[in-house]
């Protein structure tokens, strides 16, 4: 089945702009978490959503933003970029429910460079 | 606050030799370990796994050893191989399973 899609896959912004990435998982998973990829500091957690509902947030600015639709699919806003939000950023999938071990299906992520 | 470190940056290794990569945790309300390996320009994929109930889970030549006393663990690779050359990310989760606490990577070359 087809794998977790991430666009854009690359971009460029500049500082004080807002980018919209967006995800979408493989079917039937109703669970998507977004990460924040950096050298040097491994994976952060920014938020995760469930049918549609916010579970649980990292410790991000409120510039970071999320949401999930009804089919799934989910988009991250930041909002007034700053140069430190150069970063890839990684989209995963799983089913999300209770019992689920945590093992995450992730997308190629979208690499995000601020000017 | 870094729960979960993974202290050695890089590692180099030859063809056929171990690889053991190192991880070690904080947070003693961690449940399930994971390991997950990345390749350049694509997304983690998920490698091996480990219960807090297990010490030890073996797949193939990838082997997990958990220390929960030490709260540490760690992935060998036996044999190593030139496509197992990649960034591995020691990663835990509590009772919130679809958060994942990741360390920082370590970056494997396997040498010919």
């Known amino acids: 089945k087809a794998g977790v899609t991430q666009t854009p896959r690359y971009l460029i912004k500049t500082r004080g702009q807002q980018v919209t990435l967006s995800c979408s998982p493989i079917?039937?998973?109703?669970?998507v978490s977004w990460y924040q990829q950096t050298p040097g500091q491994g994976l952060q957690f920014l938020f995760e959503y469930f049918s549609e509902t916010q579970r649980n947030k990292g410790n991000f600015p409120g510039r970071f933003s999320g949401r999930q639709f009804s089919n799934s699919r989910s988009e991250m806003n930041v909002s007034t970029l700053e140069l430190g939000d150069s970063a890839l950023y990684l989209c995963?999938?799983?089913?999300?429910?209770?019992?689920?071990?945590?093992?995450?299906?992730f997308g190629e992520g979208s690499r995000l460079t601020v000017l | 606050d870094q729960q979960v470190k993974q202290n050695s940056p890089s590692l180099s290794v030859q063809e056929g030799r171990i690889s053991i990569l190192n991880c070690d945790y904080t947070n003693s309300m961690f449940d399930y370990f994971l390991w997950y390996k990345k390749y350049p320009a694509e997304g983690p994929t998920f490698l091996i796994s480990i219960s807090s109930i297990k010490d030890k889970n073996e797949d193939g030549r990838f082997t997990v050893f958990l220390n929960k006393s030490a709260k540490h663990l760690s992935l060998h690779i036996v044999p190593s191989q030139p496509g197992d050359s990649a960034v591995y990310f020691c990663?835990?989760?509590?009772?919130?399973?679809?958060?994942?606490?990741f360390g920082a990577g370590t970056t494997v070359t396997v040498r010919a």
């Open positions: 995963a999938s799983s089913l999300g429910q209770r019992g689920n071990t945590g093992e995450l299906f």
């Open positions: 079917s039937g998973h109703r669970s």
């Open positions: 990663a835990a989760s509590g009772h919130l399973p679809y958060k994942l606490s």
